[in-house]
C-alpha cells in the first residue's frame, strides 16, 4: 500500500502555516543539529507545543520537543 503525503496538519491547529529551511552550506547540516545520520532524510518536522503529553499518553521528558520525521536518503523504504 503507498501512502499519499497530504499537506501539514495538526489536531488542534492553534496556528497554520507553511515553512521553509534553507540549509547555509557552511554551517551544520540539519542532520548534524539533529543527530540523525546522514542516511536518512528528513522529510518533516513535528514541534511540541507545550503539552506535557504526547499523542499515545506518555508524559513527554521536555513539551517543547521537536521531533523529525524520515526515510532513508536512498528513497527505497524496508519492505515490513
Same mark, same amino acid.
Given at each position: 500500500?503507498?501512502? &499519499?503525503?497530504?499537506?501539514? #496538519? &495538526? ?21 548534524? !543539529?539533529?543527530? !540523525?545520520?546522514?542516511?536518512?532524510? =528528513? =522529510? ?22 521537536? #521531533?523529525? !520525521? &524520515? &526515510?532513508?536518503?536512498?528513497? =527505497?523504504?524496508? #519492505?515490513?
Amino acid at each position: 500500500m503507498d501512502y &499519499v503525503w497530504g499537506d501539514a #496538519s &495538526v489536531t488542534y491547529p492553534d496556528w497554520q502555516g507553511t515553512m521553509q529551511i534553507d540549509q547555509i552550506m557552511t554551517r551544520r547540516s540539519l542532520n548534524e !543539529i539533529t543527530g !540523525i545520520p546522514d542516511r536518512w532524510a =528528513i =522529510i518533516g518536522l513535528d514541534w511540541g507545543g507545550g503539552e506535557e503529553l504526547d499523542h499515545s499518553g506518555r508524559k513527554r521528558l521536555n513539551p517543547h520537543e521537536m #521531533s523529525a !520525521i &524520515v &526515510v532513508p536518503a536512498t528513497g =527505497i523504504l524496508p #519492505s515490513r
